[in-house]
Nanobody
Framework: QVQLVESGGGSVQAGGSLRLSCAAY????????MGWFRQAPGKEREGVAR????????YYADSVKGRFTISKDSAKNTLYLEMNSLKPEDTAMYYC????????????????WGQGTQVTVSS
């Protein structure tokens, strides 16, 4: 059973930065996909960034390209999301997700989810 534990959310002013972490337990660190999704009140969950663990390929939503960076630390089994130049529209609950195999944009294809960490950006 894969377990994901997020941390690092908080409140910042527009233009600020935050780094989210997701510690992963209970899986073989190989050809899998991990990603970050977010959900704002009244909106659907959307993909922010994802990384194919086997090869390191990364994918970003257009809204965060150039501002967010997804990365992994294989030794620590931890996924990160570095968020810079934050905007009020980035305010949401951020979730870490995992699936065996290839990466997909569709959140429904991810089998395991963390509990979420809140990010609030004020103007």
């Amino acid at each position: 059973q894969v377990q994901l534990v997020e941390s690092g959310g908080g409140s910042v002013q527009a233009g600020g930065s935050l780094r989210l972490s997701c510690a992963a337990y209970g899986y073989t660190y190989s050809s899998n996909c991990m990603g970050w999704f977010r959900q704002a009140p009244g909106k659907e969950r959307e993909g922010v960034a994802r990384i194919y663990i086997g090869g390191g390929s990364t994918y970003y939503a257009d809204s965060v390209k150039g501002r967010f960076t997804i990365s992994k630390d294989s030794a620590k089994n931890t996924l990160y999301l570095e968020m810079n130049s934050l905007k009020p529209e980035d305010t949401a609950m951020y979730y870490c997700a995992f699936r065996y195999g290839a990466c997909y944009q569709d959140a429904a294809k991810y089998n395991y989810w963390g509990q979420g960490t809140q990010v609030t950006v004020s103007s």
